[in-house]
């Protein structure tokens, strides 16, 4: 049995008196200790997927569906007791922007340790100090105030908060947005250890590449739906929806072709029609895709598209 599976889940917002679906039907399961990384253009539903596993979604929103957690659903549960029995006890958030997520006026061990006395754990040095080891950072680092800090320690400090009270779940939204490329070695390395102690990570990036070093499978998100699903090598190397390869296509390397240009724009989410949501970009698009929405195949690798009927 999967520790974490997300059958049919949607978001919808209310937006200029109508309703707007974020995500449509995501349906995923993810092991323990094994990595998801769900990767797709901006405003693809990617955020709000984790959000909505985590219950931050904003007031407004709705959800449908369900996650089931070691056996819990979360979504159905009150938001009281969600806070009161999973929330960074049982799932955790890394948000994108370091520096937003940690307060400048108060130094980092003072920021971690209030995570614990407002969890009833005391003041947890030790807590504090294993966290900080575990993420590649010394004692040192608890004396400082974020402005002192580098973007790849605020970066990994996040991470610590975020493992403080050893969630079996992180989302991490962005972790590496804005840090240079050594730094993002770092961060990988940190998600990757933290798989190692049998922590499930799901990573939400526009990176291929850090998918690819850090991720057991894939997600590929389009207008709110998973597109395509699959193993990571698989989905890097042998896509199959023509969005997927577009976006691999668009990767660039240092030995393959320049990276090219995917024209188009995604439709609006408040109309997306019923119809391949993909289809006015395809080029491979067929009369069937004009008329019918993409069959859904399910399990644990499939791709939205009609070319797989």
Partial sequence: MAMLEVDSLSVEYAVDGGRLRAVD????SLGEGRALGIAGESACGKSTLGMALMRSLPAGATHAGSARLDGVDILAMGRREFDATHRWKRVAMVFQAAMS????????????????????????GGEVAGAMAKVGLDGGVLRMYPHEMSGGMRQ?????????????LVIADEPTTALDVLVQSQVAGVLRRLRE?????????????LLSEVADSI????????????????????????????????T????????AHLAGSPP?????????RFMPRCAEAME???????????????????LYE
């Fill in 252 to 259: 660039p390397t240092l030995d393959g072709p320049p990276p």
């Fill in 101 to 124: 997520s940690l307060d400048p006026v108060y130094t980092v061990g003072d920021q971690l340790r209030e995570v614990l006395t407002e969890h009833g754990r005391g003041a947890g």
């Fill in 219 to 250: 997600a590929i998100m389009y207008a709110g739906q998973i597109v395509e699903l699959g193993a990571a090598r698989d989905v890097c190397e042998s896509p199959r929806h023509p969005y997927t390869r577009a976006l691999v296509a668009a």
């Fill in 156 to 168: 990994r400090a996040v991470i610590a908060m975020a493992l403080l009270l050893g969630p079996r």
């Fill in 268 to 276: 609006d989410m408040a109309r997306p029609g019923a119809a391949c």
């Fill in 288 to 306: 069937k895709c004009r008329a019918d929405p993409p069959a859904f195949g399910g399990g644990a690798s499939y791709a939205r598209c009609w």
């Fill in 197 to 209: 102690r049998g922590t499930s990570v799901i990573l939400i990036t526009h990176d291929l590449a």
């Fill in 25 to 28: 039907g995501a349906t995923f």
